[in-house]
Nanobody, 125 residues
Framework: QVQLVESGGGSVQPGGSLKLSCAAH????????MGWFRQAPGKEREGVAA???????TYADSAKARFFISKDNAKTTLYLQMNDLGPDDTAMYYC???????????????????WGQGTQVTVSS
């Protein structure tokens, strides 16, 4: 059974860093485009970063130069390193995947078919 499980969320002060992990079960990330998404209360889910099956990256403007998406060599875990966090980054963060081979991953949540349960990130002083 295909399953994604996120971890690594928590509370951090402004300017701090967090690294989120997404463990993939029953699937190899080498065959999937993967993405990180977030949803704040009252807002729509938005794409933050995407990683294609050929390891090209795509970032939302809000994430560029602060967030970095990667996966391990075994291709079973997806990561999101988040630096210089601010209150606007407070949200539930989700990883997601879609089995495809495309040049570049996409940030549109509707394109993804497999979702994790989410991990909460709170940035507050």
């Amino acid at each position: 059974q295909v399953q994604l499980v996120e971890s690594g969320g928590g509370s951090v002060q402004p300017g701090g860093s967090l690294k989120l992990s997404c463990a993939a079960h029953g699937m190899s990330l080498s065959a999937y485009s993967m993405g990180w998404f977030r949803q704040a209360p009252g807002k729509e889910r938005e794409g933050v970063a995407a990683l294609s099956s050929i390891d090209t990256t795509t970032y939302a403007d809000s994430a560029k130069a602060r967030f970095f998406i990667s996966k391990d060599n075994a291709k079973t875990t997806l990561y999101l390193q988040m630096n210089d966090l601010g209150p606007d980054d407070t949200a539930m963060y989700y990883c997601a995947g879609v089995e495809e081979y495309v040049p570049r991953g996409r940030l549109n949540p509707s394109q993804y078919t497999v979702w994790g349960q989410g991990t909460q990130v709170t940035v507050s002083s």
